[in-house]
Nanobody
């Protein structure tokens, strides 16, 4: 079992930037994918971005392309989400997630088997 711990959330104004971090402890396989999801009040959890730890291949939701960047530091078993040009609609709890299986795509919530506790991001207008 992989344990994931997020940090870096906070309250910012529209147009500001934030960087979220996710530290993974435990054994991750060569096919491990780490992703970021978010959930706004009253809405379903949605995919934001993901990266293959070995391949470095990245995936982004259309709503964040060009504004958010996911990166990894394999030496630290960490993943980061740099969020620029934040908008009020980016307000949500952000969750780090890990996908250990090669089966299934990187964007579906149900394909991830490890989750962090979440960190809150609030963007004021």
């Amino acid at each position: 079992q992989v344990r994931l711990v997020e940090s870096g959330g906070g309250l910012v104004q529209a147009g500001d930037s934030l960087r979220l971090s996710c530290a993974a402890s435990g054994r991750t396989s060569s096919s491990y994918t780490m992703g970021w999801f978010r959930q706004a009040p009253g809405k379903e959890r949605e995919f934001v971005a993901a990266v293959g730890l070995s391949s470095g291949i990245t995936y982004y939701a259309d709503s964040v392309k060009g504004r958010f960047t996911i990166s990894r530091d394999n030496a630290k078993n960490a993943v980061y989400l740099q969020m620029n040009s934040l908008k009020p609609e980016d307000t949500a709890d952000y969750y780090c997630a890990g996908k250990s299986s090669r089966v299934g795509n990187a964007v579906a919530v149900g394909n991830y088997d490890s989750w962090g506790q979440g960190t809150q991001v609030t963007v004021s207008s």
